[in-house]
């Protein structure tokens, strides 16, 4: 499998959470636990460009250390961080007036393709209450997929649909499963 990469701007996301959430000091806290690479980026936001590819990794070490030494272990902080990036990155900006799920749905798998490569996503639709999505050709872990239901739900919730229930069915972190699914349902 190709290398996976990220966007700049979730960088971006994931530094302006930890700003908002542990402070400014926080990222000199984080910044020790990093390789001196990724610690250099955390320090200096200013050299991560938004529209510039990074390597999948870089975000997963963040998280991971965010995890770990900022938020004591709980890993409920990956959904906290998925929802923050929904937020951050202005979801609602050319969605505003969607009221069809289906439809941001769509939306929703534009971004993922625009802001992460390879990879894809598959939007079946079960009901008028929900769906399941799929992401192919994207190497994933446990961490990233908590954060995808952060994301998934913030994005259900800024477009003013509740109660939302979004689920994990299969990772592609395990094998053999070739994508990773997430179940949705909404009212």
């Not at 701007?9 to 390789?35: C, W």
């Not at 320090?43 to 590819?53: G, V």
């Not at 965010?66 to 929802?83: E, N, Q, T």
Request: aromatic residues 10%.
């Amino acid at each position: 499998m190709s290398r996976m990469e990220i966007k700049g701007l979730t960088l971006k996301s994931r530094i302006r959470f930890v700003e908002q959430t542990y402070g400014k000091d926080a990222l000199k806290t984080l910044a020790k636990y990093l390789k001196p690479e990724t610690a250099a980026l955390v320090s200096d936001p200013i050299k991560i460009r938004a529209t510039a590819w990074y390597d999948l990794d870089i975000q997963l070490e963040v998280d991971r250390n965010v995890c770990k030494h900022l938020a004591g272990g709980d890993r409920s902080v990956y959904k906290k961080m998925g929802a923050f990036s929904a937020d951050f990155q202005s979801f609602r900006a050319g969605a505003k007036d969607v009221r069809d799920p289906i439809k941001m749905f769509q939306i929703t798998a534009a971004v993922f393709d625009r802001y992460f490569r390879p990879g894809h996503m598959e939007i079946l639709k079960d009901s008028d209450k929900e769906a399941h999505l799929r992401l192919f050709d994207f190497r994933s872990n446990k961490e990233n997929c908590l954060s995808n239901l952060g994301f998934l739900e913030k994005s259900l919730e800024l477009h003013g649909f509740r109660p939302i229930i979004v689920e994990e069915t299969q990772c592609s972190e395990n094998p053999p499963h070739k994508y990773c699914e997430y179940h949705v349902k909404w009212e």
